[in-house]
């Protein structure tokens, strides 16, 4: 589990939105991939990032929480499409056409929220 300041899961941010961390982070990797592709693998394209349980579940937990803490659990999902252009079989399954493959990962996550209550003396 981590700790620590909440990044993107606090309140009024959004975790898979285009300015986020986490669709920075899976960009990246995407424009890596594509500067370094070559041959038969093109076109890397990041198609979805997404949670669950849905983003606004993840923040109304959070915010149920509120200053007594607790864990809040999710898994983050990262889709992307790639083209194949093997190149004999391209011609005689798909007219010269690429194959697009789409993978998916799934990146569980469980963050724990600070107890910032007061004790009572």
Request: no cysteine; net charge positive.
């Amino acid at each position: 589990a981590a700790g620590g300041d909440l990044g993107d899961l606090a309140q009024g941010k959004s975790i898979v939105g285009k300015t986020s961390d986490v669709y920075k982070r899976a960009q990246a990797v995407v424009t890596r991939a594509n500067s370094q592709a070559a041959g038969m693998l093109t076109n890397f394209k990041l198609e979805e990032v997404r949670t669950e349980p849905a983003e606004g579940l993840l923040q109304a937990t959070i915010q149920q929480l509120g200053a007594t803490g607790g864990p809040v659990a999710g898994t983050v999902f990262v889709s992307v499409t790639v083209e194949v252009r093997p190149f004999i079989v391209k011609y005689a399954y798909s007219g010269g056409q690429p194959i697009v493959f789409r993978s998916t990962q799934a990146f569980p996550f469980t963050y724990v929220v600070p107890n910032t209550s007061i004790p009572i003396p």
